[in-house]
Nanobody
Framework: QLVESGGGSVQAGGSLRLSCAASGRTFSSYAMGWFRQAPGKGREFVACISWNGGTTYYADSVKGRFTISRDNAKNMVSLQMNSLKPEDTAVYYC?????????????????WGQGTQVTVSS
């Protein structure tokens, strides 16, 4: 089970930190990622991190503004979001990949959280 937290409403230029706690099993051997879905749009890759945190990868739209990290001892992954823009408004989902290495396609992820809403106003 994956549970996201930390979503909310913020003005453009602000920051939010999303967290995702995994329970029920240990996910330290798998890559983890964040995706988002805006109303009327498909699920979009945001960021991912390898099993040991050694490799990260970001969508061009968030590169330099968002930072993904993980704490395997706590079975958690986080997404620090800075310089938020109205176009970042979406429901954000964390997910566990079926592999050690980073993946960007939603179909490569096996387990998903329920999502947390992020709203950025101009």
């Amino acid at each position: 089970q994956l549970v996201e937290s930390g979503g909310g409403s913020v003005q453009a230029g602000g920051s939010l930190r999303l967290s995702c706690a995994a329970s029920g099993r240990t996910f330290s051997s798998y890559a983890m990622g964040w995706f988002r879905q805006a109303p009327g749009k498909g699920r979009e890759f945001v960021a991912c991190i390898s099993w040991n945190g050694g490799t990260t990868y970001y969508a061009d739209s968030v590169k330099g503004r968002f930072t993904i990290s993980r704490d395997n001892a706590k079975n958690m992954v986080s997404l620090q979001m800075n310089s938020l823009k109205p176009e970042d408004t979406a429901v954000y989902y964390c997910a566990i990949a079926g592999s050690l290495s980073i993946r960007t396609a939603p179909e490569d992820y096996k387990y998903w959280g329920q999502g947390t809403q992020v709203t950025v106003s101009s």
